[in-house]
Nanobody
Framework: QLQLVESGGGLVQPGGSLRLSCAAS????????VAWFRQAPGKEREGVSC????????NYADSVKGRFTIDRDNAKNTLYLRMNNLKPEDTGIYYC???????????????????WGQGTQVIVSS
């Protein structure tokens, strides 16, 4: 059974950092296009970042460029999102997503992804 499980969320002060993880099971993440999305309270889900199958191509939403870094460890079958200099507007539930379709370059459009995790909550507040 294909499964994605996010972890690493929590409460952090503005300016702080978190690293989210997304562990895949039931399939080999290495062959999948993957991405991170988030949904803030009362808002629609938005794309945050994606990384290509090879790992050579990444893409970020303008709101997180220079602060967030996406990475994948194929040996651990895990996707990561390093978030630095967090702001209150980064608050939300963060989801990882995967698709067997190989996008080049990668895309951060939620309609492109077929498999989703349950999400991990991030709260940025003083």
């Amino acid at each position: 059974q294909l499964q994605l499980v996010e972890s690493g969320g929590g409460l952090v002060q503005p300016g702080g950092s978190l690293r989210l993880s997304c562990a895949a099971s039931g399939f080999t993440l290495e062959y999948y296009s993957v991405a991170w999305f988030r949904q803030a309270p009362g808002k629609e889900r938005e794309g945050v970042s994606c990384i290509s199958v090879t790992g050579r191509n990444t893409n970020y939403a303008d709101s997180v460029k220079g602060r967030f870094t996406i990475d994948r460890d194929n040996a651990k079958n895990t996707l990561y999102l390093r978030m630095n200099n967090l702001k209150p507007e980064d608050t939300g539930i963060y989801y990882c997503a995967a698709t067997a379709h190989v996008f080049s370059p990668c895309v951060i459009d939620d309609v492109a992804y077929t498999n989703w995790g349950q999400g991990t909550q991030v709260i940025v507040s003083s």
